[in-house]
């Protein structure tokens, strides 16, 4: 992994809803998250497609981590969203789901963020926003 | 289960992701649906909550479903979703997640539903609305 | 009106927006807010029909207001859109178009709000939700 | 104006709604749209900003727009929005309002779009994100 080489995703102290899914973060900056997931069988709809419910899971995360990062794992930095808009844009191809998110704005108390997910191949399969606010006091 | 007595979610083909996640059917009706899902520790964020990919999974799903009730299981109605917007209101308490939907409009080859999840004592701790497009010449 | 009797759209200290459009409050109560916006030809796009901004704005201002009635003129509560979503259902018939609001949830710093537009037969012809932060300390 | 200088904002066949604010269009190619609006009095909430339906009104069109580019004007494309949402970044400075907007995907029947809305200095004020439905059998 990029970024400060932490890992909030894995681990006990984790995020087990993604673990539970299979999924890891692969970089981790000020301002950015990206999380990888194999595409595999537990993931699907009834359509053989993946469900609408991993892209938006894989959203929130990203976007939730993009607001998020600091150099200080004892003292980490949450966040909870307050709404979350998902676009599904194409069918993925491959065997693997790309989520990349970028704070895009905000200030002490709450954020924005923008995500998409890409497939394999590099084609945007879903997009999204969202608004989160900071847990405690800032 | 109420409905048709039909399960689309359980069974070799039913949805994986829900299963996976421990949800199951417990109504569906025309232009309504309902889902229930035990609150465990798999589902959890970092702070010890349902990730909010949960609450969008399960909001994805009804409204999905909401849209696509039909008597025959030999020739399932299907849709692809557009768009999701999902809300946080408040934090769960008790056990179980109740997700709900119903099919608000729309016609032969889109349509809308909005969606709400209430915890265990019957508050709303998020609500939903999607757009969908039916698969095939529907 | 109803409500309180008073007015926060039109006058001199109102929102020139609604005024430019041609709307008014029809009620505003705890939690509750409702604005009528005659149907004219300056709303309309080029299919005709009312611009897709019209509903927005008419859900904006109702779902903002719906958190922030008070009883004290002179101690307005005001509030920040932080997120819109509209869903437009279907086309409206007749002469007026009436939105209506309510507080869904939310705190002393924030609120969740949601709205929908119906036209003269009563009939919903856009639906939303929004996401608002209050100003100042509250 | 660039693109194809046309201009299906202006004169009597064009958007009375964007007339009526004072919108115009400055850019419209294949899958992009960019519309200018002088910020004035008539545009303000009661705080003195512009109201949020003024954004969302610039991004609807300017979305719908970036999905409906052509060369004939005796043919026009034309869309019907299905949904919009709008994220409120920051309170613009300046004299003008700037939105542009992306067709990010779709096919012949509906369309999906990015925009935002920059003020003066470049800020970016807004973001937002539509799903289109072309009208007739496009």
Same mark, same amino acid.
């Given at each position: 992994?990029?970024?400060?080489?932490?890992?909030?995703?894995?681990?006990?102290?984790?995020?087990?809803?993604?673990? !539970?899914?299979?999924?890891?973060?692969?970089?981790?900056?000020?301002?950015?998250?990206?999380?990888?997931?194999?595409?595999?069988?537990?993931?699907?709809?009834?359509?053989? =497609?993946? !469900? /609408?419910?991993? *892209?938006?899971? =894989?959203?929130?995360?990203?976007?939730?981590?993009? /607001?998020?990062?600091?150099?200080?794992?004892?003292?980490?930095?949450?966040? =909870?969203?307050?709404? =979350?808009?998902?676009? *599904?844009?194409?069918?993925?191809?491959?065997?693997?789901?790309?989520?990349?998110?970028?704070?895009?704005?905000?200030?002490?108390?709450?954020?924005?963020?923008?995500?998409?997910?890409?497939?394999?191949?590099?084609?945007?399969?879903?997009?999204?926003?969202?608004?989160?606010? *900071?847990?405690?006091?800032?």
């Amino acid at each position: 992994m990029n970024g400060a080489g932490r890992d909030p995703v894995g681990g006990d102290d984790g995020v087990a809803m993604l673990q !539970h899914l299979g999924a890891r973060m692969t970089d981790w900056r000020e301002d950015f998250a990206q999380l990888q997931l194999p595409v595999r069988a537990h993931l699907m709809n009834r359509q053989g =497609l993946p !469900h /609408g419910g991993v *892209y938006a899971t =894989l959203l929130d995360s990203a976007m939730g981590f993009a /607001g998020c990062f600091d150099n200080d794992p004892a003292r980490p930095r949450l966040a =909870l969203t307050l709404t =979350l808009t998902v676009n *599904y844009l194409a069918q993925p191809r491959g065997t693997v789901l790309i989520a990349e998110a970028w704070r895009t704005g905000g200030g002490r108390r709450s954020f924005f963020a923008d995500g998409r997910v890409v497939d394999e191949i590099g084609t945007s399969v879903a997009s999204g926003s969202g608004v989160f606010r *900071y847990r405690g006091d800032a």
